[in-house]
């Protein structure tokens, strides 16, 4: 079975840093993009960045620079280093697989969800 696993989450200082990992489990990783996505409570859930299977990354404009999406095949695992956090980046993460259909990506597969609180 596909399976994404996050982990790392945790409360964190205004201001300060924490990385998201990501482990796949049942599927080659190597051969899919991977995404982060958020949800903070009362809000809509958020494309955060996405990573192509030539590492090239994408962010939404909230993070960009201030987070970094990564990847290293030969460990099977996806992070996402975020700095200079507020208030408004807590949130549940979520790590997502993208599947292509023709010329279009979806997201086929979600994680449970890490939280991160930032206060």
């Known amino acids: 079975d596909v399976q994404l696993v996050e982990s790392g989450g945790g409360s964190v200082e205004l201001g300060g840093s924490l990385t998201l990992s990501c482990t796949p489990l049942?599927?080659?990783?190597?051969?899919?993009?991977i995404a982060w996505f958020r949800q903070a409570p009362g809000k809509e859930r958020e494309g955060v960045a996405l990573?192509?299977?030539?590492?090239?990354?994408v962010y939404s404009d909230s993070v960009k620079g201030r987070f970094t999406i990564s990847r290293d095949n030969a460990k099977n695992t996806l992070y996402l280093q975020m700095n200079r956090l507020s208030s408004e980046d807590t949130a549940v993460y979520y790590c997502?697989?993208?599947?292509?259909?023709?010329?279009?990506?979806?997201?086929?597969?979600w994680g449970e969800g890490t939280q991160v609180t930032v206060s």
């Open positions: 049942g599927f080659i990783f190597s051969s899919h993009s």
């Open positions: 990573i192509n299977r030539i590492c090239n990354g």
């Open positions: 997502v697989r993208v599947a292509v259909d023709g010329n279009e990506g979806y997201m086929d597969h």
